[in-house]
Antibody, heavy 116, light 112 residues
């Protein structure tokens, strides 16, 4: 079964850090782009970051997280990560990882709450 | 950034009746590679979103044929030929022509 499973969410204080993980299974992970998309409580979807298959220089971020978030991947571990630093209240959301340009496979999401 | 505008914000539909959702982009979604990167997703209550339509009009694997997508350039439409109770949720369009990827605000569909 093709699957993405996120983990690493939790409650963190403003200014803190979290590292999200996305574990893939059921397909050739190294052949696919991976993206992070978030959804604030009661709000719509917002793309956060993208990483290409080889995890090289081609990484993209929404402006609001540039310089604070870093996307990376380990193809040997079939995993993608989102290192989130300097967290703000407005980063509170469910974070989903999704596959490829068309987001054809989504994980179940992991909840990040930034609050004092 | 490309702005995606969906209408209506919400829709109440009698089962078996058709429904239509519009999505307009602030600039053409036709890429230089000849493809138009417009996608439709449904997020059912309490679930992750899932892909319905890719590149304007292609139904994703397992998506019922009552769902269809059409359009070109900046104007796109998702149609449900006969709404069923399981179609409740929020529908989103998304463009992937360029970074940042952007989503429409969503259309909430409920059953009368």
């Amino acid at each position: 079964e093709v699957q993405l499973v996120e983990s690493g969410g939790g409650l963190v204080q403003p200014g803190g850090s979290l590292r999200l993980s996305c574990a893939a299974s059921g397909f050739t992970f190294s052949s696919h782009w991976t993206r992070w998309v978030r959804q604030a409580p009661g709000k719509g979807l917002e793309w956060v970051a993208t990483i290409k298959q080889d995890g090289g220089e081609k990484k993209y971020y929404v402006d609001s997280v540039k310089g604070r978030f870093t996307i990376s991947r380990d193809n040997a571990e079939n995993s993608v990560y989102l290192q989130m630093n300097s967290l703000r209240a407005e980063d509170t959301a469910v974070y989903y990882c999704a596959r490829d340009k068309g987001l054809d496979v989504w994980g179940q999401g992991t909840t990040v709450t930034v609050s004092s | 950034d490309i702005v995606m505008t969906q209408t209506p914000l919400s829709l109440s539909v009698t089962p078996g009746q058709p429904a239509s959702i519009s999505c307009k982009s602030s600039q053409s979604l036709l890429h230089s590679d000849g493809k138009t990167y417009l996608y439709w997703y449904l997020q059912k209550p309490g679930q992750s979103p899932h892909l319905l339509i890719y590149e304007v009009s292609n139904r994703f694997s397992g998506v019922p044929d009552r769902f269809s997508g059409s359009g070109s350039g900046t104007d796109f439409t998702l149609k449900i030929s006969r709404v069923e109770a399981e179609d409740v949720g929020v529908f989103y369009c998304m463009q992937a022509k360029q970074v940042p990827l952007t989503f429409g605000g969503g259309t909430k569909v409920e059953i009368k």
